[in-house]
């Protein structure tokens, strides 16, 4: 029941996506409409993936945690279209311009960095690969919060004049790379030590 | 989930009374908490899918009245390019960058309700020999409807473009009547600053110092192209567009016709530009159309022409957008000195 719900939140923006570029609801731009909704739904996917252990310690809810798969994939499925309307859009399917794009600048670099660490954690977000990375899965999946705190700087490097919203989503990356980082026991450890 | 019941400690009391399990409050709490979140972003959502549907149902409007009328019997103007395809009024009306009003492409149009357009007064001061202000009604020189009309491609930094009729007369026959003086090497533009009527003047979080400023060289600012906007399709009452009062200059990025001008000044040394004041490595003074030349964060050698009827259009950029002839001889020597 929850799941079922948690699968309907999380698709709902690629439906609205879906049916306004149907029907052409999506502005003067749909071009970037489509990259800009797609790109920010990934960074408040993965702002709620941060967001769930959180929420279920402060409501002793644990069943709360398993729910990070489910909502990390859909948080992949954002940053890939993201990534292939600015492929598409930006770069007119001109592909060989890409790793001029990714070298020079320093937003695109960041924005794909974020990509990739989601893509690794996609591929292994499966039993098989929880079975047989073991500890290194868990190691793997910490990056999280690596992917989280790349999209926050790609965002803040996109901005021209309002910094706004771009510093909102990096002070909430920052606030929630704190509370992990008080939760681990390494930091208590060193904090005892 | 629920209640317990509980006896009460104190021995005094026999009552049996209902506590809350703390544990099931909280969770309660945060699935309150959760769907005050996600219901706030499904009226986002809801808002933005209303205001594109109203936009759709204009859209057939505007439509109409772009294909009824016949831009080449309008146009007057040697200078404009005739029998051109144009884009439809309500992407040029609706799609702007106007960071007075918000920096969301949908922001003027919809930020710019009350803004006071009339009476409208511009100064126009520095080294001429006739100072002073005037209202634009005066500026036009004549009425509204006769004014020249000229097609131009309006190129915005951001790499997408626009053709766009605009009503006005040459820059000139305006800067000539206020006569400047022989040392005045460029002339400066400033915009009105009216925080109470410009959201985008109080944003808390803004790179830009408001009012925004402008200027050009005195031989840009006499050039034939250059031109005294008053509207554009037709229409003056578009603050989205810098109404009552803007500069358009087609071989140039878009954000360096300035807008809404109150001030003119003519100066001998080079005065200050917003955009580029507030990041001179991406923008630089002269902000001339050169696709070889990359903004830092993308590439410049082709834009995204958008027409309005859902058709965006991938073209290679042109050298002073197209208008080289034209301009080209304003800048010898290395365009990286103008860009």
Known sequence: MIRALVHIACALPA??????????????????????????????????????PVAAKWANWPELRQYRRAVGLWAFFYATAH?????????????GNLPKELSERPYITFGFGAWCVLFAMAITS????????????????????????LAAIHYILMVRSDYGWASTYALIVLLLCGTRLLRSKKTYRWLKR | ???????????????????????????????????????????GNLRYKGRISAQAS?????????????????????????ERRITQKYAATNYNNAYEFGWNKSDPAHQSGGFTMRPWS??????????????????????????????????CVEAWSMVIPYNGRPLRQILKAAEPMGSAKYVAFTSIFRPEEMPGQTAPFSAIEWPYVEGLTIEEAMHPLAFATFGVYGDRELPQNGMPFR????????????????????????????????????????????PDIDHPRWSQSTERRIWGDGDIERIKSLPYNGYGGQVAHLYPGDNKKYR
């Not at chain 1, 990534?83 to 592909?95: A, C, E, M, Q």
């Not at chain 2, 505007?62 to 009824?68: A, G, I, P, V, Y």
């Open chain 1, 126 to 149: 499966n039993h098989y690969a929880v079975k047989h990375l073991k500890r290194a899965w868990k190691k793997l999946h910490i990056l999280v919060y690596v992917a989280a705190t």
């Open chain 2, 122 to 155: 511009v100064t126009f001061d520095g080294l001429c020999h006739r100072p002073g202000t005037f209202d634009v009604d005066d500026l036009m020189g004549m009425p509204f409807n006769q004014l020249e009309e000229r097609i131009y491609d309006f190129r």
């Open chain 2, 58 to 82: 204009q859209l057939s409007q505007d439509q109409l009245e772009t294909s009824d009328k016949d831009y080449i019997e309008l146009d007057r103007s040697t200078l404009s390019l005739t």
């Open chain 1, 15 to 52: 439906i609205l996506l879906f049916t306004g570029w149907q029907y052409s609801y999506l502005g003067v731009d749909p071009e970037k409409t489509l990259i800009w909704e797609t790109g920010i739904w990934g960074f408040n996917l993965i702002l709620v993936v941060l967001l769930l």
């Open chain 1, 83 to 95: 990534f292939f309307f600015f492929v598409i859009f930006l770069l007119g399917w001109n592909i």
């Open chain 2, 247 to 290: 500069i358009t200059l087609p071989w140039k990025y878009g954000f360096k016709s300035a807008k809404f001008v109150v001030r003119v000044t003519f100066m001998e040394k080079q005065p200050p530009a917003t955009w580029n004041q507030t990041n001179p490595r991406e923008y630089g003074w002269y902000s001339n159309v050169y």
């Open chain 2, 1 to 43: 989930m629920g209640q317990v019941y509980q006896f009460a400690k104190d021995k005094n009391c026999s009552v049996m009374t209902r506590v809350t399990d703390p544990i099931a409050y909280k969770r309660r709490k945060l699935i309150v908490g959760a769907l005050g979140v996600a219901s706030l972003g499904a009226f």
